[in-house]
């Protein structure tokens, strides 16, 4: 046998091999670690987020829980319970607010006097100082547009006064109404 061996020249340069194994094995590796991490940290959002849903059913399920309690404390006949139920209830306030109605009666003194020709854009509601948007200006208690005085500022009306004493009361709600009826 003949082996035949190669000439290796002392000038031919030095070079290294690729890298392309470490960095395969390098990428193979973090690959491996991160997708389980990533899938866990999406598991451990979820979860956080159905706990999160579950939370805005706490009042439902405190009024079902006190509904439960009424129905047993009825049907024990517990006088104690119902009456602490019953104090609870005469307890709490509610507050309506209701659009004021004011029935004026029609003054035929003086036929001079031109309706009050308003659109009202809004009422600006203060205890003290209260203002009122009529035909894009606004106005306050004293002022005086058509002829007629400001009287008073409501928190859905407007009271107006006319030199001869006749009263006109612009309610918020008039243009919807009248826009409902036709």
Same mark, same amino acid.
């Not at 009042?59 to 829980?65: E, F, G, Q, T, W």
């Not at 709490?92 to 004021?100: D, G, R």
């Not at 203002?131 to 007629?148: E, F, H, M």
């Given at each position: 046998m003949s082996a035949k061996i190669k000439k290796i020249s002392v000038a031919t340069p030095y070079r290294e091999e690729t890298i392309r194994i470490p960095v395969l094995i390098t990428i193979l590796a973090v690959a491996l670690i991160t997708v389980p991490l990533v899938m866990w940290i999406l598991k451990i959002n979820n979860e956080g987020t159905r706990s999160a849903n579950?939370?805005?059913? &706490?009042?439902?399920?405190?009024? !079902? %829980? @006190? &509904?439960v309690r009424t129905v047993r404390a009825l049907l024990g006949n517990d006088a104690a319970e119902l009456a602490a139920m019953r104090d609870?209830? %005469?307890?709490? =306030? $509610?507050?309506?607010? =209701? #659009? /004021? $109605? !004011?029935? =004026? /009666?029609e003054n035929s003194?003086?036929?001079?006097? @031109? #309706?009050?020709? !308003? /659109?009202? *854009?809004?009422?600006?509601?203060? #205890? +003290? @100082? #209260?203002? $009122? +948007?009529?035909?894009? &200006?606004?106005?306050?208690?004293?002022?005086?547009?058509?002829?007629? /005085?400001?009287? +008073?500022?409501? @928190?859905?009306? =407007?009271?107006?006064?006319?030199? *001869?004493?006749?009263e006109v009361v612009k309610d918020m709600y008039d243009d919807l109404l009248k826009g409902s009826r036709q």
């Open positions: 579950v939370a805005r059913f &706490d009042s439902l399920i405190a009024s !079902v %829980n @006190k &509904d609870a209830r %005469n307890a709490a =306030v $509610v507050t309506l607010i =209701v #659009p /004021e $109605v !004011v029935i =004026v /009666e003194r003086n036929q001079n006097i @031109k #309706p009050l020709q !308003v /659109e009202m *854009d809004g009422i600006y509601w203060s #205890p +003290s @100082k #209260p203002l $009122v +948007s009529l035909n894009g &200006d606004t106005y306050r208690v004293g002022d005086i547009i058509q002829g007629y /005085e400001i009287i +008073s500022i409501g @928190k859905t009306a =407007v009271h107006f006064q006319a030199a *001869d004493g006749t």
